[in-house]
């Protein structure tokens, strides 16, 4: 009991952190959105069972990306983005439901989730990958240390070690990030001395 409400309290400090980190906007009102805003007007603050469920209301307990929604700011809150469906992107399956089982009312999610991927299915039900790769033919945001200039749209389907890189890989929806910054990072991870062909070196 006392190691729970240690967590909890653990939990509340990293959320309220990461808030003002990583929203794309000012926090405001944070008390309308705050779940725990209304555990004032509960007299017990014990736990309640929770059932997750695709009627869920995602937005009592993810206020960072429901708010990213209405944030132009931020990818999710960008054009028509902002009009999709929290279950478009996030697929309803046997990992969304484990993600949740021990979840219950009035919980926050971790600061920083273990990196959560989005099915690139979702993505290209709008955006044709032909297209992408034609659009960014110019874009030189990677290129190595000898001058080998990539196309980021031709990654995934390039090679035999992408099968990972998936569009979130590089595109943040919910926060600010910018494409053109988190795609270094990417290829860094394996690429571990900024050249892109493996076997010129061992
Ligand atoms: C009662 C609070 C609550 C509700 C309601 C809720 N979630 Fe969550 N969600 C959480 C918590 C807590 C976690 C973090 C679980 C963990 O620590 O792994 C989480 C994790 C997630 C993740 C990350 C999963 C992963 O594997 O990285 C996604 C995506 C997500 N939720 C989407 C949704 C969607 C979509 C809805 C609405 C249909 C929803 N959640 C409703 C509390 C909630
Ligand atoms: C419902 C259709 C739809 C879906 C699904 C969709 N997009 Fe988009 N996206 C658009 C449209 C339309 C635009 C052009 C901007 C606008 O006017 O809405 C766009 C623009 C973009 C842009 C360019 C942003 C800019 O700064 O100009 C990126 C990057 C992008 N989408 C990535 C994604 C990713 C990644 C996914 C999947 C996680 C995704 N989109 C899913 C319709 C969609
Ligand atoms: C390796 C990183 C990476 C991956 C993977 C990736 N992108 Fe991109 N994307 C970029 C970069 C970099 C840009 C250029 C953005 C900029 O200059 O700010 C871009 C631009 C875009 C644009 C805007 C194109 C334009 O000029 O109008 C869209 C839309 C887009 N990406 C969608 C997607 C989708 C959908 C996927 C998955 C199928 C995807 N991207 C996968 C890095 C990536
Ligand atoms: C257009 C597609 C799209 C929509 C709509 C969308 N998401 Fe996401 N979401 C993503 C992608 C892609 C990621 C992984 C990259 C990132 O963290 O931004 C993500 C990440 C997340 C995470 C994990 C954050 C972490 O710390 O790792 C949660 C939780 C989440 N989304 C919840 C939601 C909720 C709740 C909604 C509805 C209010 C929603 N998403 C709507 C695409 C989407
Ligand atoms: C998960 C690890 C991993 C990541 C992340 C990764 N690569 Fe690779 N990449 C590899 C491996 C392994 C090979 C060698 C595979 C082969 O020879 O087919 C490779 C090969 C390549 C090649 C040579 C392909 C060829 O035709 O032989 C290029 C170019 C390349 N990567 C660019 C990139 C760029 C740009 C990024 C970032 C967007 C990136 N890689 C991210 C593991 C990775
Ligand atoms: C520019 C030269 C260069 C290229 C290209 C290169 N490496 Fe390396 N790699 C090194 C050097 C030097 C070391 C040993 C020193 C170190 O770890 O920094 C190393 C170490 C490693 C190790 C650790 C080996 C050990 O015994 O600890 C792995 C694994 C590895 N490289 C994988 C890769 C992969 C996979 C690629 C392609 C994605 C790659 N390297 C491309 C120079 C290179």
Known sequence: MFKGNKQLLLLAIAVAVVGCLVGCAPQKQASENDPHAHDDNTASTEMVDFEFSQDSDCTLCHTVESESM???ACLAGLGSHAT???LTCHE???SLEK???????GDSPRSSLKRTQVNETACLACHSEEELIEKTAD?????DSEGTVVNPHEVMSTGTGHEEIACS???????SADAAQTAGDVCLSCHHKEVYECGTCH
């Open 70 to 72: 209405d944030d132009a």
């Open 84 to 86: 999709i469906e929290c």
């Open 92 to 94: 309803f399956d046997a």
């Open 99 to 105: 993600a949740h089982d021990d979840v219950s009312v």
């Open 139 to 143: 874009v030189t945001v990677l290129t």
């Open 169 to 175: 890989s590089c595109h943040k929806m919910h926060t």
